[in-house]
């Protein structure tokens, strides 16, 4: 059973892998099956969910609140993660896609959230991408009035670069305690532009999105040679399947993230739990980048 782990020097204790409930609305389940996949995760010690308001057109959230209702009690036993700050077209009054940082629209999104979602506090609230014209002291603002509520005990961001996480860091009294990112061996950027290096920097463990590329890892002709390799190296290290070799590979980076798991399918993410204790060699680590990217170091 998989143990809390703190993941920022001054932050809360997450599952170190998370269940990812994105696609909530797809898995076709009633509310007393979404009660049963909750109860199944945290029997593995999964007890961090993620979340965001626009997941599912705006409706993922209500969903999952739905199902918590039905056995109040579990909220203690997990960790809500949501975010906000995209507005789309799922809403008529959008006539556009956009990001809105206001104040105003902080505050209005997580109170929603946290009806939604049947809790009276969100364990953290995350702005969900970088917005050009996001005024810090803005969000700033918002952050300080929802923790001294208490209705959000920490924040953090989502997306952001390593330079748009300083700028708003500068603002807060207090630390931001993650940046979600999305990390896979089908998106390696985040490993070299610095964003990892500034969690590192700060002890902060960024949380892992699409780690199995959306499932393009499985889909995509172009990436049969990697679905090789990691079914070899799958081989070699005794993993059931070349899912858990993907998240041994995003663990064993230095800045220890957190994956997503985005499965609804219970089976799956009883699988993803035994990546925990695998652990790949640094020449097994570069094999699968050499065949996520094409080609060797220089």
Request: a negative charge; proline letters at 6%.
């Amino acid at each position: 059973m998989l143990q809390p782990q703190t993941i920022a020097p001054q932050g809360p204790a997450f599952s170190p892998l998370i269940a990812g409930y994105w696609r909530l609305m797809e898995w076709n389940m009633t509310p007393q099956q979404r009660l049963q996949f909750i109860e199944h995760h945290l029997s593995l010690g999964i007890t961090t969910v993620d979340h965001a308001d626009i997941y599912g057109d705006y409706q993922c959230e209500a969903a999952f609140g739905e199902a918590l209702r039905l056995a109040p009690h579990l909220r203690q036993q997990l960790q809500i993660v949501t975010k906000c700050g995209i507005a789309t077209r799922a809403k008529p009054a959008h006539r556009i896609g956009h990001y809105i940082t206001e104040a105003r629209h902080i505050l209005h999104s997580a109170e929603n959230s946290l009806r939604h979602l049947a809790t009276d506090y969100l364990d953290l609230l995350l702005i969900h991408r970088p917005d050009p014209l996001m005024d810090a002291d803005e969000v700033a603002e918002a952050f300080i009035q929802l923790h001294q509520s208490g209705k959000v005990r920490y924040f953090g961001v989502s997306n952001f670069t390593a330079s748009q996480f300083t700028l708003l860091q500068s603002r807060l009294p207090f630390s931001l305690v993650t940046n979600q990112l999305e990390i896979s061996p089908l998106e390696q950027s985040a490993l070299l532009d610095g964003t990892l290096d500034q969690c590192q920097q700060t002890r902060m463990r960024p949380m892992a999105w699409s780690c199995l590329g959306g499932g393009r890892l499985f889909n995509d002709p172009h990436y049969q040679p990697l679905r090789d390799e990691l079914a070899q190296i799958s081989e070699e290290i005794g993993a059931d399947n070349i899912e858990q070799v993907v998240y041994a590979w995003v663990l064993r980076l230095p800045s220890r993230p957190l994956p997503i798991i985005g499965s609804g399918k219970t089976a799956r993410i009883s699988e993803a739990v035994k990546a925990c204790d695998l652990t790949l060699d640094r020449q097994q680590w570069f094999r699968i980048r050499k065949a996520a990217l094409g080609y060797d170091v220089p």
